[in-house]
């Protein structure tokens, strides 16, 4: 069995400062995981990726998410916002089953970005 | 390139009815994927089509049932609708099989059950 669990439901942070959104996982096996971000009306959209290589990923946008396995965490990071930045993101588990790999999505954070 | 596209945008249904939601694949890619996102919450993963057969099951019921067409292109049937099925479903479509980190995710279809 898999799970993942998105500590906050918002974050709020100031233009120009650094953002931090938790994720912690639960899983039986060697997990991938991942951070999607969804904006208002637009699809959801790949930010990076951990597939078993190195345990700091970096991705799209200046974001970056480090996979501590003691920890069972997969937090996301950015040393300075944007007030783009200002979207719903998930953290996603997934392990491979039988010759499945059914993703888990977390239940998002909403990050918010003021000016 | 065409991205992933999905139709129709919004749908209201009543509860009982049976419903058809479609999606095209982005060109080249024969994987497609369909989740369900309620309000307030993640997506969940319903199913995957892999070269027009079932490839994987999330936890939803029989009467969640899919097509993949020869083109590659899906669509997404829920008979006897509940309020509960109220949600955005997103569909997503990936190059090759099981690659999951390669879904390309459309801007999805807001359905409404009353």
């Known amino acids: 069995a898999q799970s993942v669990t998105q500590l906050d439901s918002h974050v709020s942070v100031s233009e120009g400062t650094p953002v931090l959104l938790r994720c912690n996982y639960s899983s039986s096996y060697s997990p991938s995981l991942f951070w999607y971000v969804q904006h208002p009306n637009k699809g959801l959209q790949l930010l990076l990726k951990?597939?078993?290589?190195?345990?700091l990923v970096k991705g799209i946008n200046g974001f970056e998410a480090e996979f501590k396995k003691s920890e069972t965490s997969f937090h996301l990071t950015k040393p300075s916002a944007h007030m783009s930045d200002a979207a719903e993101y998930f953290c996603?588990?997934?392990?491979?089953?039988?010759?499945?790999?059914?993703?888990?999505f977390g239940r998002g954070t909403s990050l918010i970005v003021h000016p | 390139e065409t991205g992933v596209t999905q139709s129709p945008t919004h749908l209201i249904k009543t509860r009982g009815q049976q419903v058809t939601l479609r999606c095209s694949s982005q060109s080249g890619h024969n994987t497609v994927s369909w989740y369900q996102q309620a309000l307030g919450q993640g997506p969940q993963f319903i199913f995957q089509?892999?070269?027009?057969?079932?490839?994987g099951r999330g936890n939803f019921p029989p009467r969640f049932s899919g097509l993949q067409f020869p083109n590659y292109s899906s669509e997404l049937n829920v008979n006897a609708l509940e309020l509960d099925d109220s949600a955005l479903y997103l569909c997503?479509?990936?190059?090759?099989?099981?690659?999951?980190?390669?879904?390309?995710f459309g801007p999805g279809t807001r359905l409404t059950v009353t």
């Open positions: 951990y597939t078993s290589a190195a345990t």
């Open positions: 089509y892999y070269r027009e057969e079932e490839n």
């Open positions: 996603v588990v997934s392990v491979s089953s039988g010759g499945s790999y059914i993703p888990t």
């Open positions: 997503a479509s990936s190059p090759e099989g099981w690659s999951f980190y390669e879904q390309y």
